[in-house]
């Protein structure tokens, strides 16, 4: 059912900055080497030496792992060295909040937070993040005590051996986008209510659509576990006696859409997960995995405020 998959690409285009420029000095996590060519810098090195490594204004020591800035930029795949300097100059780059300009600065990629024109930049090397089309009758379990398929051994055939977490569950019938990641704070917001991180599905059900119907699923339906509503609803097409419609909400109760659609009089044949957030399922094929790309990655943080 080919109408039932996003028509859009799967990777969204970077946004334009919008970060204001800034004069803040560098954050704690961001330290200046000795080799900084700025006048602060200059009128260090006339001065007699110190016994100790260098120190930045705040008095904070340089460690033994802290990289220059622009080197850290270019091994995320931001820009290149000189490009990334370029952005620093401009007031684009922020450290721990704080908007940099200074070259120089030397920070620890484990633990400072640097975002380029408002988009969180992945420093660390070991962090997966994937997107997954799951198929119909496929656990979205690592494994199963029953032995039945699950997307643990799609993840070893495909050799991920690295332990993910999924963002959100998929029941055994649905089928569509599924996140995985070995980044747990990510995960968290991204699946927790609180945070509000929208997901859009496409559903198969009995038609003819009543024109009231997405009005009564805005304003919620009374299910066992309490009202769920929608956040928006849309029929999108009829095939016969068919019909397939968008639903789009943040919760992430069990079975929540087809079991909200069941009470409204509108049993669910079929079920694909099209977008979480920002990132679209697009063209994938069934079964495959693929790698989020940088953009993506970016704001999925942006959602939950990372």
Sequence with gaps: MA???SERGAGPRAPRSSVPRSSSPP?????????SSSPRSASRASSPRSSGPPADAAGKVDEPGDVRLQKVLSAAGVA???KAEELIRSGRVRVDGIVVREMGVRIDPDRAVVHVDGNRVILRQDLVYLALNKMPGMLSTLSDSQGRPHIGQLLADWGV?????????LDLDSEGLLLLTNDGELA???????????KTYM???????????????????????????????????????????????????KHVVRRMLSAAGHPVSRLVRTQIG?????????????????????????????
């Design 27 to 35: 954050s704690a996590a961001a330290r200046v080497s000795a080799g």
């Design 80 to 82: 290149s060295r000189r």
């Design 203 to 253: 559903a198969e059900v009995p038609g003819p659509i009543p024109r009231d119907l997405g009005r009564r699923l805005r304003a919620g339906i009374e299910l066992d576990d309490g009202v769920v509503a929608v956040d928006s609803f849309d029929s999108k097409d009829v095939l016969g006696g068919r019909a397939v419609v968008e639903v789009v909400l943040h919760e992430g109760r």
């Design 188 to 198: 968290h917001r991204l699946t927790h209510p609180s945070f509000g991180v929208s």
């Design 3 to 5: 109408s039932m998959t």
């Design 161 to 169: 051996t690295t332990r993910l977490f999924h963002v959100g569950r």
């Design 278 to 306: 920002d990132v679209q399922l697009g063209h994938q094929r069934p079964g495959t995995l693929r790698k989020l790309n940088p953009v993506e990655i970016a704001l999925l943080y942006r959602a939950v405020g990372l």
